[in-house]
């Protein structure tokens, strides 16, 4: 995987994921009668427990879980999972979906996917696990709770089958500012080039003003991963402090009125901030600093996305 200033990121190629679960290794807490944790991983979607073709745990129990290990770590784009159609359904409600490298309390700990809320009986839903880039070797589902039974009739786990750094799509597109001083042009920020001393001409300057904002136009609308940040090092670097990222077409208010991505709440010695987006899709980025009166400097802004029309939904 690649990364870049600590963004990992992916490209998926146009071709159908490959559902890992197939060639993965289940078990679960407990298992009753037979209904090994396999049953959930056979690549049949049969929803009749009678069949034999679910996994079931011993019923009654705290926190019941199954546990699927892929072998090796996947960029996880989707989990879709299949409920018990002969009876049941509603104890599928409240289970968690858990995705990770960590055994710890076997595997129960590490992030959330996703909750279910309910799957109709006999039903597949699809779940996306933080925008179709969450990595992780084992996934887990876990019904928290006491007097709890698990069943699963199936699980499938679609990867990402190629990894390539997204693009900067920032790097020397058009770009405007609510001012500038100090010859801090715009387009410095999408130059290339980071250094934060400001002499070096690498960053832009606002002048000290009400809500000062930077845009930069993308030129056609995409899904965008990430934006990383570079601030100035040699001076005022708490400028940057309350600075908000904007994604979206409109041009309204200079488009600050699109769906924020991110806020940079405080420094923490940090010299570079990387917000992911979740490919929120968007034809202008805008940075800017909601106060009565403040300055706005930029050392480069660089934005991940994919290339123009490509999408996540193919892949789901």
């Known amino acids: 995987m690649a990364e870049k200033n600590g963004v990992f990121v992916v490209l998926f190629q146009e071709r159908p994921l490959p559902n890992v679960a197939l060639k993965g290794e289940a078990t679960q807490s407990s298992t009753l009668s037979g209904a090994a944790a396999s049953k959930a991983i056979d690549g049949r979607r049969n929803s009749y427990y009678s069949d034999w073709f679910c996994s079931h745990t011993a019923e009654g129990q705290t926190d019941p879980w199954w546990r699927l290990d892929l072998r090796q770590t996947f960029v996880i784009v989707s989990i879709k999972v299949t409920n018990r159609g002969d009876c049941c359904a509603e104890r599928l409600d409240g289970a968690e979906i858990r995705v990770g490298n960590s055994l710890q309390n076997n595997g129960n700990d590490n992030p959330r996917c996703a909750t279910i ?14 925008g179709g880039s969450m990595e992780g070797r084992f996934v887990n589902v876990i019904i928290p709770g006491k007097s709890k039974t698990l069943t699963l009739c199936e699980v499938e786990v679609y990867v990402a089958p190629a990894v390539q750094p997204l693009l900067n799509v920032a790097l020397n597109k058009p770009t405007a500012q609510s001012a500038v001083s100090m ?3 715009a387009s410095r920020a999408v130059s290339g080039c980071s250094s934060g001393v400001y002499k070096h001409g690498c960053c832009t300057h ?3 003003m009400r809500d000062p904002w930077w845009r930069v136009d993308l030129l ?5 991963g990430a934006v990383t940040i570079f601030n100035r090092v040699d001076c005022c670097s ?6 908000q990222i904007r994604i979206g077409n409109s041009l309204e208010h200079n488009g600050m009125k699109n769906p924020r991505c991110g806020v940079i709440s405080s420094l923490d010695g940090k010299k570079t901030f990387t917000f992911q987006c979740n490919f929120m899709e968007g034809r202008y980025v805008t940075v800017m600093v909601p106060a009565a009166s403040k300055v706005l400097t930029l050392c480069e ?16």
């Open 183 to 185: 010859g801090g042009s």
């Open 238 to 243: 708490e400028r940057l402090v309350g600075v």
């Open 206 to 208: 606002t002048a000290q």
């Open 301 to 316: 802004v660089e934005v991940y996305a994919f290339p123009a029309g490509m999408t996540l939904e193919y892949y789901v």
């Open 117 to 130: 809320s309910h799957i109709r009986a006999g039903k597949t839903s699809t779940y996306q696990c933080d």
């Open 220 to 224: 056609a609308v995409h899904k965008v």
